[in-house]
């Protein structure tokens, strides 16, 4: 317990004992068991670097973690969990983690870059879905103004609020975020505006006809899937019908197919149903004031009509009030039984494992209603875990030909090999192996250019695993998309064998894809092994001389797939290149 001695004398001995603390007691305690934002008998917090820094404002905590140590540890660890001083969670930072110790660590599960490095934008709005912060009340002065975004739920306007959060009910039941100081702009602000690009579908109906509607004797409009597609209502109602037949989509022929809707309207909703004008809907969803809404369910695979019928204030003929994209998938199984791997991006939702899906879904509910994509694969690692790739290590590299490859798994790899030129060791990470037998004279580019999901580097070498020469590396290119890379190798060979790594960068992981683009003169027939410009008799004694595993992989002329074993495949390769080069 502290003594009870004055202010002055207590701050006194505090300058006196900082010194000495610093180098030894501080040592000792730091990091201790308990927690830095709960009072504890015992010296010291688990946090290593708060510790040393409350102990050295104050030399008492480290022989007792009173209130004050608790106090000062909340003004001033930034980047702590819970801790005042790491700012709001629902605003993004400079520095890692937020205020609310429970919201900070289910966050972190999701983004460990959210408590290592920084709160950004990211971790923000995954806190704004994950967290709870128990409710606001709309025109609650002290809660702010609509258009710009809070800490807190609801804001000061009471009807403009009521409106956002009929639209997405965390606005007052977690936090008023940045999506929803959008919604308050759009909804409460008269900023409505569909906009529809050159290359969508424009509704073909004149303003004064009812050529689409057939039930008034017209013909429903033809769409495409994927394709988004607009149109106008006539002042005093008006209802267009659009056309798709869902039959040919059912490729496991189950009888459904899975539709994913997306409405942004002045004011209208969409009914999906058969062919018929007395058939009621299977399924509805509507938009008001532009704001875009999400209807995904499985519907028969039928020939389909969707009837747009205007709302109230929906009307006019010169510009479009309503845009709707629909995409269809042929999957409405149990979305945690899909046989696809948790690791491996997919079109369809769900993934094989139901235990890491059931969580991941959790998490994003997205991942089990419509696609598992990069987002739902680095969830899947972070919370399940699993094998590395299969080429995690060099001796393990996948050989890939001139024509690239179209994606690969770097999640869950570890770090193998030299150092890179091109970034710090601190943070390259885990990376994957690939061989490449060079098929032209002169330079070669390979890249990850708009391939990967995550910050990639990539690393080039010639020699074999057990003596890599660095030959070109990249990290980012300004020309690719963001943290994609392309590097240049001059000086490349005809048959020579490279070694690529490719490595994530500051945390990054996920899926990726190389391409090769070659420059310089073609190379001669790889299965002329005696060089003579055919392809006969003496090459295949060659080959057979070498018949087996290669005894350095990289530097094995016969083995023609490059695959570390010259066997019944080179035979097939050399074979198809009989006679003259």
């Not at 004398?9 to 006196?16: E, G």
């Not at 540890?73 to 709001?88: E, H, N, P, R, Y």
């Not at 710009?148 to 739920?153: F, I, V, Y």
């Not at 969580?359 to 919370?383: Q, R």
Request: aromatic content about 6%.
């Amino acid at each position: 317990m502290r003594s009870q001695f004055s202010s002055i004398l207590a701050s006194l001995t505090a300058m006196s004992c900082l010194f000495l603390i610093t180098g030894t007691a501080s040592a000792q305690v730091c990091p201790g068991e308990e927690g830095c934002l709960v009072v504890h008998e015992a010296g010291g917090c688990s946090d290593e670097a708060c510790c040393q820094n409350v102990c050295q404002a104050d030399p008492f905590c480290c022989e007792e973690w009173d209130s004050t140590c608790v106090d000062i540890a909340d003004a001033t660890c930034v980047g702590l969990c819970g801790a005042m001083a790491s700012g709001g969670c629902f605003v993004a930072g400079a520095t890692p983690s937020c205020d609310d110790a429970e919201c900070c660590q289910t966050v972190c599960v999701i983004d460990p870059f959210c408590c290592e490095t920084a709160w950004d934008g990211n971790c923000a709005f995954f806190a704004s879905n994950a967290c709870s912060t128990g409710g606001g009340e709309c025109g609650d002065p002290s809660s702010g103004p609509c258009d710009a975004p809070g800490s807190t739920p609801a804001c000061e306007d009471e009807e403009c609020c009521e409106v956002v959060c009929l639209s997405d009910p965390t606005c007052c039941e977690v936090v008023w975020d940045f999506v929803c100081a959008a919604l308050g702009e759009t909804l409460c602000g008269g900023n409505c505006v569909v906009v529809l690009e050159d290359t969508d579908q424009f509704e073909a109906e004149g303003c004064g006809a009812e050529s689409n509607d057939p039930c008034e004797g017209g013909t429903a409009e033809p769409i495409v899937a994927g394709r988004q597609f607009g149109g106008t209502f006539r002042l005093g109602g008006d209802v267009d019908v659009y056309a798709l037949d869902l039959t040919g989509f059912d490729e496991d022929l189950d009888g459904e197919v899975r539709l994913r809707i997306t409405v942004g309207a002045a004011d209208a909703v969409l009914a999906v149903r058969g062919v018929g004008c007395d058939l009621d809907p299977i399924a509805t969803v509507g938009s008001t004031s532009c704001q875009s809404s999400t209807l995904i369910t499985c519907v028969p695979a039928i020939p389909t009509e969707f009837v747009i019928t205007p709302g109230p204030t929906a009307s006019g003929c010169e510009e479009p009030v309503y845009a709707i994209r629909i995409e269809v998938i042929d999957f409405c199984d149990e979305p945690c039984g899909n046989p696809a791997g948790c690791l491996v991006p997919h079109e369809t939702p769900g993934c094989d494992d139901p235990t890491c899906c059931d969580l991941v879904c959790k998490i994003d509910p997205l991942c089990c209603e419509w696609a598992w994509d990069s987002f739902c694969t680095v969830s899947a690692a972070t919370n399940c875990g699993g094998d590395p790739p299969p080429n995690d290590l060099c001796d393990d590299a996948i050989e890939i030909g001139p024509e690239g490859i179209d994606s690969f798994r770097q999640l869950l790899a570890g770090v193998d090999g030299p150092d890179s030129d091109c970034v710090d060791p601190a943070l390259r990470g885990g990376d994957v192996w690939f061989r490449h037998r060079v098929v032209c004279d002169g330079e070669l580019l390979v890249g990850t250019c708009n391939l990967s999901d995550f910050n990639t580097l990539i690393d080039v070498y010639r020699g074999d695993c057990t003596d890599l020469l660095p030959v070109a590396c990249s990290d980012d290119d300004a020309f690719c998309g963001t943290g994609s890379s392309v590097t240049l190798v001059p000086d490349v060979t005809c048959g020579e064998t490279l070694w690529i790594r490719v490595s994530g960068v500051d945390g990054g992981t996920g899926t990726a894809g190389i391409q090769f683009s070659c420059f310089g003169g073609t190379c001669p027939c790889n299965a002329d092994l005696n060089g003579d410009g055919i392809v006969d008799g003496a090459d295949f004694g060659l080959l057979l001389s070498g018949f087996g595993a290669c005894p350095k992989k990289g530097d094995c002329p016969e083995d023609l797939d490059g695959n570390g074993v010259v066997d019944g495949a080179d035979i097939g390769l050399l074979l198809a290149s009989w006679g003259d080069c």
